[in-house]
């Protein structure tokens, strides 16, 4: 038995599933996402016996066996994974790259200098450097891409990690090793610089264009945000003009009502005392909520139903401070009342409505629409919510809210029933 050999590729299997654990967020519980990666290292183990001793000058063996390991590898990548999507993929694909790096020093260490025990702690060293500057320098920014909105964007990437790997395979690997091609040492070393320069600029390069978005869509918030308080402002401002006025005419309501009360005309002075009362309900300002954020928004779209004579029908609880970010939910109102109004701004006036309800408590959420709809729905085959049919341009709005669900721990779905859409995010905190 080649036991040079067998620890190396025993030393990788346990490095590329640290990486697959550090580098994915979790769907289970974290020693029930242990437990699957050790079956997953054991499986890799046994069937390196197959290729690497049992069956050693067979390539077929060789072969299928290695597509079976990148399969299982892969798999427990998806299965342990919160999100399940292309971002996961392009993370386990990179994962076997990180390794084959390791795994590449033990070799070149070995032919520089036939020791055995010196080219395993070499490749051991080189291993978890590696872990531990990808760890300081990217986890974070691979984490919070899970975060962000629902990736199918990220099938294009997985062709780095694919290509990598394949060339890693046929300078260094297969059908020839650098055993019989040291020439290949300098070149394979001047790949993995490559190939870790490669990760670092495009991960940073995405980092930054998904802080650009982010900076566009709180900017767009912060603008909604700005004229929902300006609406406030000018309806309290209109409501104290119109109030003053009714203060200053109290005094001729009280002579007429005195006037009326002696002529014994109460029918008249019932008159009087409904216009008052109308003239106050009519410059009332309307708060839906205690936190000022939200209400804002939703003041905003209120106002906008009300000009495009679409029956807005709230039921708002929501308490001061919510225990989860309120610009972002914000943000997920403003997006689902924007779509609502825009499917029923043309419909006949017994459809123009949109029914929301949004009970926040210390424990859960519950955010609820309905609307009526003409124009075909499109729905995403993956994910279940409506896409965009005006192209890859649009629909991000829906995304941000899929991302928030996620975010918060909650289940978000749509249907169509009757005529009439349905959307629903429920968390329970």
Known sequence: ?????????????????????????????????????IASFLFLTISDILKLNLFAKSNLCYVVVTLLQIFVTQFTGIYISRTRDSRVIFMSLSASNYVIAGSVAASILH??????????????????????????????????????????????????????????SFLAFFPHTLYDNPDNITGTIFFIITMFVSYVVVLRYLESETKRADIYWKNMLFESYIRGLENQYHLVEQAERNLKILRHDMRHYSNMIDSLVTQEEYDEIRK????????????????????????????????????????????????????????????????????????????????KYVEVKIHCEQDHLLLQMKNAYEKEMLFDSVTGLPKSIKGKDHGLGMKSISAFSEKIGGNIGCFCENGIFHIMIFAKF
Request: charged share 20%; proline share 4%.
């Open 1 to 37: 038995m080649d036991y040079f050999k067998n620890i190396s590729y025993t030393m990788c299997h346990i490095f590329l599933l640290l990486f697959l654990y550090f580098f994915v967020t979790h769907r289970f519980s974290k020693r029930k996402t242990q437990g699957i990666c």
């Open 111 to 168: 032919i520089l200098t036939r020791n055995p025990l010196i080219s395993l702690i070499g490749s051991f060293l080189v291993h978890l450097i590696i872990l531990a500057f990808l760890y300081v320098r990217i986890r974070d920014i691979c984490l919070k891409g899970y975060e962000r909105e629902a990736g199918k964007n990220w099938w294009e990437l997985c062709l780095i990690p694919i290509f990598f790997y394949c060339g890693f």
């Open 272 to 351: 009087i005392a409904a216009h008052i009362k109308e003239v106050a309900d009519e410059n009332k300002v309307v708060n839906y909520c205690e936190n000022i954020i939200i209400n804002s928004i939703l003041s905003l779209m209120m106002e906008r139903a009300h000009s495009l004579s679409i029956d807005m029908r709230p039921d708002i609880i929501m308490p001061k401070n919510p225990p989860f970010n309120d610009y972002e939910f914000a943000s997920v109102i403003a997006n689902l009342l924007e779509n609502a109004l825009i499917s029923v701004q043309d419909l006949k006036p017994s459809q």
